[in-house]
């Protein structure tokens, strides 16, 4: 990884930590909806499986679809975790959640959470960049 990818991915892991943090921090906030907390969840893997692909030198195009990024992941030969299959249910929350196109409750929070803080994890020892 040169300069500019290094610095990059580690960017997208910082961000990604930050979202992570965001979730826990509003997790059991009763005035604060699904949506937002999954939002911050989706943000987090999808930052992290970016900062993976970055530090491969792998393109990815602009998308927020999990689902591709973890298939894009398992091609580099840097797959998620078993305990991440399902993360491409958390896609909806990019967007349309928040805009109320769909209902809530598509991911329960602690579930959302969980993934979030284990992408963030796994990109930190894939990429061997420093935690917080």
Known sequence: MDGGESELAAQLLERAADDAAAASALLEVAGVSDAIVGFHAQQAVEKAIKAVLTSRRIDY??????????????????????????????????????????????????????????????????TSLPGD
């Open 61 to 126: 195009p602009f998308t927020h679809d999990l689902e591709l990024l973890v298939a894009l992941a398992a091609r580099a030969g840097t797959p998620l975790p078993v305990g991440l299959d399902d993360v491409p249910r958390l896609t909806p929350y990019a967007a349309s959640l928040r805009y109320g196109e769909l209902a809530p409750g598509i991911v329960d929070r602690p579930t959302a959470l969980r993934w979030a803080q284990s992408a963030v994890v796994w990109a930190r020892e894939v």
